[in-house]
């Protein structure tokens, strides 16, 4: 039995920066490295995180000035992160909760990556129900094609199929569906 593990999926070497950056500092590093997020350092502890939406919510929407603004001010902190090790699915469900579209993953008590939606599509489409929110309701839609766990035969399956908050196999969710 086996799952995807968070680790396997992230991106690698996210980018720190200090927090007295200004907003424009942040945003020309963002777009000449083209990644959507930077990692917030103080004392070089990481406390944060601002994304391409921080800016264009609290600065750009604001009419304030990025060359003004600096990164510690936006900032999304404290800082939710997910354990490496992790089950993709978990991370998924934890970031639709949160409703945050990235994740910053530990491993060995250090920020050794970022997990974003783009990175589960990338890998299980399925799992993007989740962090969009789609299945928000336990009894609302269908979803057929994810790989992991069936919540009710603990059996792995390349085709599970989630309904009422849970996932199943074909075959458990053909006996559910007979019941």
Known sequence: MTFIRVSEVMSRNPIKVESSLTAEEGA????????????IE???RIVGIVTERDIVTKIAANGLSSSEIKLKEIMSSPLIHVEGDSPLETAAEMMW?????RLPVVINNEISGILTENDIVRISPGLIEITRGILEKEDQGIVKGVH????????????????????????????????
């Open 42 to 44: 103080e004392q070089g």
């Open 97 to 101: 909760k949160r409703k945050i579209r």
């Open 148 to 179: 992991g766990v069936c919540d009710s035969c603990n059996e792995f399956s390349e085709n599970l199929v989630y309904k009422a908050g849970n996932y199943y196999c074909e075959r458990c969710y053909s006996e559910k569906a007979q019941m």
């Open 28 to 39: 020309k590093l963002m777009a000449h490295k083209g990644i959507s997020s930077l990692l």
